[in-house]
């Protein structure tokens, strides 16, 4: 993928051809929204979680929060997925699009509704039913982001998505915290999560409005088809994905759901810091070089390299100071959250060693067989949650490890078959990028032996020991000739404060 502008087919509202975005300076723009967006998230987490809500009170609202999930797989109808696969788009189509949104969004609001009452009585606990019910109004208003976002993506128009998800994410964060300061407990969470649906609805339709009004429902054919393929791959993936929650909360106990809850929602949410962000500039991406007919494989490569040479050594660095890293965080009362963090982060080490996993099987049509495979994936994810719950959490948490190296089974097979992309090359790739990470992990675990234990070290000796971590990564990756570095100082030079060395270095010249 050079960084050259993609040619996309797509009309704005008047008629004439959008503007493009490179890939690299949409990535830098969707990491940029990545970034700040977990930054306010993850702030408003640390002080709910260490001044004003206890892991059970997170424990309740995370059984709520799941079961809102698996019912939300419905809400996108495969939309975002199907616009940006079009080779080109219309007023009309965006109409119908749109309509089918709303249509989705009321039914899946009923369904978390009428799920509410069962999900109180099932749990014994009465505070699930209004928690569940904040929860299904906030899906209202996420279809008035869904088609807007997916337009915009069209268009690798990522500076928008920076806005309306930073937008969002701040409007959850101060409701959040007003509420947990105000003493609403869990059902904080909850209001903060309505407020994050009807902002970022707001938002979006406000830089691109695509209402539902009037409704269109001619034409629905290639929608209702794709989107419920779609919608079944979702489900299905839900099932595994967004089940743990649930089933740790009715084996174990809501501290234990607690616990769980934070240390996955850690590690989920640095993954998405590292990386996260990327994979919607790349979907687009990859579907103008399958409408060109040119071959994936060396393309995918790429991403692997760049997915593999960063997250890698972060997730790595996550575990190895898992136990000081909660601490200093969330205090003595969540500490039982590091071992559990540190397995879950290991195991998305594996878990991102094939990106796009469900992606490129959609753009190369064949999305049956991604359901099969899919299938048997969350049929592996849910079993060993099951038997590892018997030995309490810390068997829950080990049981992702152990689904890690199935899944990556699962998926290299199909994904190889799909792409044909060189394994010898991928497996170099990967050697590569674990010496890095190795030396990612030098500077804290020679800090460990010889200076301060983990259950000793501060924020500052921490801080000092991830940043030459960090230099030694760098070092390592230039001393290997990483594929992945053309991209990520591709990347970095889009920045504007570097973009801006680089061009006053240019005119001294």
């Known amino acids: 993928m050079s960084d050259t502008a993609l040619p996309l087919t797509v009309l704005d509202d008047g008629g004439r051809e959008p503007a493009t975005m490179t890939v690299r300076g949409a990535a830098v723009w969707a990491m940029g929204g990545q970034y700040l967006s977990f930054a306010i998230q993850f702030v408003t987490s640390v002080i709910i979680s260490r001044f004003f809500l206890s892991p059970a009170e997170v424990g309740l609202f995370s059984i709520a929060m799941a079961a809102a999930l698996l019912a939300s797989v419905l809400q996108d109808f495969g939309l975002s997925r199907y616009i940006s696969g079009l080779p080109r788009i219309d007023r009309a189509e965006i109409a119908r699009c749109s309509s089918v949104a709303h249509a989705f969004s009321l039914f899946v609001a009923g369904l978390i509704a009428a799920a509410a009452w069962p999900m109180a009585q099932t749990y014994s606990q009465p505070d699930l039913l209004p928690i569940m019910l904040i929860i299904a109004s906030s899906y209202l208003f996420i279809p008035f982001a869904v088609v807007p976002m997916a337009l915009l993506g069209r268009t690798m128009s990522f500076k928008n998505h920076f806005t309306i998800n930073v937008g969002a994410a701040l409007a959850q964060g101060v409701v959040s915290l007003a509420c947990a300061a105000a003493g609403y407990s869990a059902f904080a969470l909850a209001w903060g999560t309505l407020a994050f649906g009807i902002t970022r609805g707001v938002i979006a339709q406000c830089l691109k409005p695509a209402f539902p009004w009037p409704l269109s429902l001619r034409g629905l054919g290639p929608i209702v088809s794709t989107g419920s393929r779609l919608t079944t791959l979702y489900a299905v993936g839900a099932a595994g994905s967004r089940s743990p929650d649930l089933i740790v909360g009715k084996a174990l106990g809501l501290l234990s759901v607690g616990l769980y809850s934070r240390a996955a929602s850690l590690a989920d949410q640095f993954r998405m810091l590292i990386a996260g962000a990327i994979g919607s500039v790349f979907y687009p991406a990859f579907a103008r070089i399958r409408d060109r007919g040119e071959p994936m494989g060396p393309a995918y490569l790429r991403v692997c390299a760049g ?111 799909l792409i044909a992309f060189d394994l010898r090359a991928l497996i170099g790739i990967y050697t590569r990028s674990a010496l890095a990470t190795l030396a990612a992990l030098v500077p804290l675990a020679l800090t460990y032996m010889f200076l301060v234990p983990p259950s000793e070290i501060g924020f500052f000796t921490l801080a000092m020991a991830s940043g030459a971590g960090v230099v030694l990564w760098l070092l390592t990756l230039f001393a290997l000739k990483h594929p992945a570095l053309d991209d990520l100082v591709g990347m970095a030079a889009h920045l504007p404060v570097i973009g801006r060395f680089r061009l006053i270095a240019k005119f001294a010249r």
């Not at 990106?355 to 994810?381: F, M």
Request: glycine residues 8%; contains cysteine.
């Open 307 to 417: 997915y593999s040479a960063v997250i890698w050594p972060g997730m790595a660095g996550l575990a190895l100071a898992a136990e000081p890293v909660v601490r200093i965080l969330y205090g003595e009362a969540w500490i039982g959250v590091a071992p559990l963090l540190a397995m879950i982060a290991l195991s998305e080490i594996l878990l991102v060693s094939l990106p796009l996993h469900t992606d490129l099987p959609i753009l190369a049509g064949k999305l049956n067989q991604l359901i099969r495979v899919n299938l048997l994936d969350t049929i592996l994810a849910v079993t060993l949650l099951i038997i590892g719950s018997r030995w309490g959490v810390e068997g829950a948490a080990a049981s992702r490890l152990v689904y890690a190296c199935g899944w990556l089974l699962l998926y290299a097979r199909f994904l190889h078959r």
